[in-house]
């Protein structure tokens, strides 16, 4: 009789101790849980942000840009280049090559084409030193023209070079033109007005040559 009821006892404390721990085990899940609520919602991004350079692997050369060569096999080839206004560069016994349009590394396979057969070690290396970025503003802004900066600019910080006419320029009708290579164009619509007042707008990223138009106010008079 005695030890059956030392037994039972036993057992039932066991049973009360696994309890005790399945309940501290909750409990510190759920305390969890609100901290990694709290670090999603933390992360999340600004509306509008400036934007970041583009991957030097994925941009498109343009005329101005500086590019530095490298010939593994034959470092007397090695040289700087700035692409021309016609597009091109001239390399040491090859002549003149289009560079303007390419990204690096299809410059180099450009570079080895044209070498061919004069090089031993056909590996080339083109790494983009400079890169000219290019808009152009017109409209009703103070400045019309090219303007050109060594990094990419926001649409506000391009209009703000051209200079605002403030008395003509209708800020909330922008318009953004933009010519790809096979010859198509697409227009983008911005309101640079909301943008100023700190309004939710949607980020836009400008590229080299885009033409940027400010027209002017409806007047009746």
Sequence with gaps: MLKCLCHK?????????????????????SQSQPSALSN????????????????????????????H???????????????????????????????AGWTAPELEQQILKAYGDQLVVKEVSVTVQISVFKVF?????LKPGPIIS???MTPLEAVIEAGIDHEKANLKKISVVRE????????????????????HTKPFILQSM???YVPEKFSIF
């Design 40 to 67: 999603s919602t933390a992360a999340t991004p600004p509306v509008f942000v400036a934007p970041a350079p583009g991957n030097p692997q994925t941009l498109v050369l343009r005329e101005g840009d500086t590019v």
């Design 150 to 152: 060594e990094r990419v």
């Design 137 to 141: 503003v017109t409209g009703a802004v």
């Design 180 to 199: 790809h290579d096979d010859g198509k164009t697409e227009t983008f619509p911005l309101n640079l007005d909301a943008v100023i007042k700190g309004k």
């Design 210 to 212: 885009d033409k940027i």
């Design 9 to 29: 006892s036993n057992r039932a404390a066991l049973l009360l101790a696994l309890v005790f721990a399945w309940t501290g085990l909750s409990c510190c899940e």
């Design 69 to 99: 060569i490298v010939f593994s096999g034959a470092h007397s080839l090695d040289n700087l280049q700035t692409i021309r206004r016609d597009g091109k560069i001239t390399l040491e016994m090859v002549g003149e090559i289009k560079a």
